[in-house]
C-alpha cells in the first residue's frame, strides 16, 4: 500500500498577534476539512500520514517514508512566497506530490503577475493598477469608478468587506490604506465589475477538462449587481453556489474556455479553480486563478461531484491520479 503525506495548515493552531485583522487565519483549513480529505485518501487505497505545516515538514524532512504529498499548505508568512514553501521543500527533498509546484503558486498568489499573464494570453481581466503607498495615489490611471481594493497577495476574500468597493478618491483612499498598513501588502485596485459571479474548476494535465460551471448566490439572488464575495459573507450562509449555472450554452462554453486558458498559461498541474465576475453585457472576466482550491465539503468540489454523478471520493482520487501519471509512477 502506498503511503501519502498530507501537508496543511489549521486555522487553530494560528497564533493571533497584536494588530493581526480578524480574518489573519482565513487561508487555513478547518480541522473538520483535514478530517474528510484523511478519510477520503484513504478511501481511495492509501495510508496518510499527516504532516502538517512546513516547520513540521522541516523537523520531519529526513526520515519521511511517503511516496507523494498531498499538499494543501496556504503557509502562514505573509507575502507572495508563502504557498510555495512546502512545494519548494518537497522539491529539493525529491518527494513528488499532488497539486501545482512553487513557481505557480506564487505567480497566483500574487494576483497581478497572474494578471499580466492572463493580459499577454488574451485572458480577459478587469482593468487595474497597483498601489504600493498612499502617497503614490496621484491619478487612478485609466481606471474607471466604481472600483475594488483588494490586497496583493491574499485569497478566501481577506481583507474584502463592503468598504472595498469604492466609489471615489476618499473611499479609494481609505481602503489602499487599509491594505497597506494592516495587510501589510501593496494594494491591487481593479475596475468593479457589477453583474454575476461564477467559478469553473479545473482538473487534469495535459488533458485537463473544465467542469460545470458554478455560479454564486448572495441573499438567495443570483444578480449580485454590486454584491461581492467578502469576508463577512463567507463567515455566514448568507453566500451559496449554484451548479450547473443556469446560463446560455455560449457563456458556459467562454468560460470554460478561458478557465482552460488560463490554467495553462500558469503551468497549473492536477487541479484549480479560476474566478469569474460577468458583466451586464455577458461579457466574462478572469479575477484570479487558485492552484490551492478549498477542498472542504462546503466548497465548489463537493457539489461539483454530485452534479457530475461522481463521488468527492472519486474526484479526489482522480487528482491523486493526475500527480501520480505526470510523474509516471503509476
Ligand atoms: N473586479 C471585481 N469586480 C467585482 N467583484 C470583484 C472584483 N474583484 C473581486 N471581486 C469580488 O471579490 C471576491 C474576491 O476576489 P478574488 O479576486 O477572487 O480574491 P480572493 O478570492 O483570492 O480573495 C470575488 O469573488 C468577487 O466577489
Ligand atoms: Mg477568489
Not at 501537508?7 to 497564533?15: E, F, I, V
Not at 476539512?33 to 495510508?47: L, P, S, Y
Not at 512553487?102 to 499577454?120: E, H, N, P, R, V
Request: aromatic share 8%.
Amino acid at each position: 500500500m502506498k503511503t501519502i503525506g498530507l501537508t496543511y495548515d489549521l486555522k487553530t493552531d494560528y497564533q493571533f498577534k497584536e494588530g493581526d485583522p480578524a480574518d489573519a487565519n482565513a487561508e487555513f483549513d478547518a480541522p473538520s476539512t483535514v478530517e474528510v480529505v484523511t478519510k477520503t485518501i484513504e478511501a481511495n487505497g492509501f495510508r496518510v500520514k499527516r504532516i502538517g505545516s512546513i516547520s513540521k515538514l522541516l523537523e520531519e524532512m529526513n526520515s519521511l517514508d511517503v511516496d507523494m504529498v498531498f499538499n494543501i499548505s496556504e503557509g502562514s508568512t505573509i507575502g507572495r512566497n508563502r504557498e510555495s514553501q512546502v512545494p519548494i521543500l518537497l522539491e529539493m527533498l525529491g518527494i513528488p506530490f499532488v497539486g501545482s509546484d512553487a513557481l505557480t503558486l506564487g505567480m497566483t498568489l500574487d494576483k497581478i503577475m497572474a494578471k499580466k499573464i492572463f493580459i499577454y494570453e488574451g485572458v480577459p481581466t478587469p482593468k487595474f493598477f497597483e498601489v504600493k503607498s498612499i502617497d503614490e495615489l496621484a491619478d487612478t490611471d485609466h481606471c474607471k469608478f466604481p472600483m475594488i481594493v483588494k490586497p496583493r497577495f491574499e485569497g478566501s476574500s481577506k481583507g474584502l468587506s463592503e468598504k472595498s468597493r469604492v466609489e471615489d478618491m476618499d473611499g479609494l483612499k481609505r481602503q489602499v490604506e487599509l491594505v497597506t498598513k494592516i495587510y501589510k501588502q501593496p494594494a491591487l485596485v481593479e475596475e468593479f465589475i457589477s453583474g454575476t459571479e461564477f467559478t469553473v474548476a479545473v482538473v487534469g494535465n495535459e488533458d485537463a477538462e473544465a467542469l460545470p460551471v458554478v455560479q454564486v448566490k448572495i441573499d438567495g439572488d443570483l444578480n449580485l449587481g454590486d454584491r461581492f464575495y467578502t469576508f463577512a459573507r463567507i463567515s455566514s450562509d448568507r453566500l451559496e453556489y449554484v451548479c450547473p449555472a443556469p446560463i446560455s450554452k455560449e457563456l458556459e462554453k467562454k468560460m470554460k474556455d478561458y478557465a482552460l486558458k488560463a490554467y495553462h498559461a500558469l503551468d497549473c498541474r492536477d487541479f484549480g479553480r479560476v474566478d469569474f465576475r460577468v458583466d451586464k453585457d455577458g461579457n466574462p472576466y478572469v479575477l484570479e486563478i487558485n492552484p490551492l482550491p478549498s477542498l472542504s465539503t462546503e466548497d465548489v468540489f463537493m457539489l461539483i461531484s454530485k452534479v457530475t454523478g461522481t463521488t468527492y471520493e472519486k474526484m479526489v482520487g482522480r487528482i491523486i491520479n493526475n500527480a501520480f501519471k505526470r510523474y509516471g509512477l503509476n
